[in-house]
């Protein structure tokens, strides 16, 4: 029996996306389009097929497949025929594997751990699944014999907890427990060779008494909903990795999320099947990093989006090509023109212009859009030549902000950048503020990452502190939709301390403590009823 015998639609996938022009991305993709289709959809039903196997013999213990996104090799599983989305609708939990280390990643990309954790986060819940961490970093990683890349302390083994249960994992197993023999660089591990405790050891065993504490309380817990969302599409993905651009693409989505993180708001990531599914409705915000691939119908489904009150972020080259990889006849595709308030738009280098925003200066990023505007759209930044970079059109009850350069990526070089200065301009004017707020002396960047956890009347703050210095923190957080009365906040970890809080009139709950240097901190939140 052939592997398509038990692979309903696999034809269909093919024939969608794998149109046979021999100009179709100058031949280049043709490999790629509708193979990666397949393959993707084939690795998922290959996971619901072992599902059923195991569910026959044994009706009572969960399945789970681990998997990765970002790897160096294939960022968004294009070659390895990775869709999470897919595969965890056919288990009962995704899982997802955690090496900050491999790579030294933290020293380049400070969001990798919660871009990563919040992608799957997104693909479990996506799914109604747990989302578990199969492979947790446990020691010196990488590198083999002439490594590591990275050697992992006992710091970071509290900071890489904090942060997944913050992002709403529900198991967490390390990599390993015990170092193996047969690596030709110890893959680090809680305990050495010899089984000889190490402070990473210590380090989570004082992280697994509070779980055995806590654990049945926050199992249950859920973080808020998230307010913002990327929108990641597999088609776009394959698709430029098909005309060789797939690290653009990646610079792309990681400035989009890290503009939102660094303002201290929780992103999730969104497809378009569950745009076409309006799970959109709960979001303030939806971002569209280098989209050049995007099908009329999600971008229908958009303008809905935005004209019930969401805000759309958009970019140059924005919904350019159709899931064929031909061109969208207007660009961006329609409806999105208008939302965006465009009446024209024409590709153009970027050959230095600057952007003149507020007074000051600040560069684009890789090429730029000429844009004609419709006479209603607002322009907030234009280019040197009087092009505008930046606009803002009002469309139903909400609105299209787009950047005639790549300011996603942009984000990662410049200092300022542009995304992050017009986002600092436009949120808040649209009432969009995000739900933690931290602030300590010397601040530049989100090197204390707040999370949150709710289950009835009680909260959990969950602080994971990269800092390597000792601060004063301030935390403010918006309770009017908590309900209740505050009874009591406490410290829970590293140890047990009340705190005391303020609260405004507009329901803004402050709190105010010291903060060591690397240490993570858990804060109790109870309410009476």
Known sequence: ???????????????????????????????????????????????????????????????????????????????????????????????????????????????????????????????????????????????????????????DVSNYLIEAVGHNAKLILFMPWREWDYQPLHWGALVDLDGKPTGRLAAAAQFGAFLSKHGRELKQAKPPKAQVAILESKANAIFFRGVGEEEALFEAQRGAYRSFWEAGFEVDFITPDQIAQHRWQDYRVIVLPLMGLLEEITAQHLAEFVRQGGLLVGFARCATVNERGWFHHQVPAPPLRDVFGLVDVQPDRLDQHRIHLNGEWYSGYRNRDLLALHPSTSV??????????????????????YFATQADADYLKSVPSLLGTVLNQVLPHLNILPPIRIEYEGKQSRRV????????????LLISNYLKKAVDLTIQTDM??????LRKIHKIIPANQLLDWEVTAQKVLTLRFHLEAEEVTVIEIELAA
């Open 1 to 155: 029996m052939g592997v398509g015998d038990n692979l309903p639609g696999l034809q269909r996938l093919g024939a969608n996306f794998c149109p046979r022009s021999p100009a179709f991305w100058l031949g280049r993709g043709h490999p790629l389009d509708g193979l990666a289709l397949v393959l993707q959809q084939a690795f998922a039903e290959f996971a619901g097929w072992q599902h059923q196997i195991i569910r026959r013999r044994d009706p009572h213990h969960p399945t789970s497949v681990n998997t990765f996104n970002f790897k160096g090799y294939d960022r968004f599983g294009v070659f390895t025929g990775l869709d999470q989305w897919k595969i965890a609708a056919e288990v009962d939990h995704i899982g997802y594997d955690l090496y900050p280390g491999s790579g030294n990643k933290l020293a380049t990309r400070p969001e990798h751990i919660s871009i990563f954790l919040d992608h799957g986060r997104s693909v479990s819940q996506s799914a109604g699944r747990d989302f578990w961490l199969h492979e947790v970093e446990s020691g010196p990683i990488g590198g083999w014999v002439m490594g590591p890349d990275y050697n992992t302390r006992p710091a």
């Open 380 to 401: 907030l930044a234009e280019f040197d030549d009087h092009f505008p970079a930046v606009t803002l059109a009002s469309f139903g009850q909400g609105y299209g902000l």
């Open 449 to 460: 990452d707040p999370h949150l956890l709710e289950l009835g009347n009680k909260k959990w």
């Open 480 to 485: 009017s939709g908590w309900g209740g009365i």
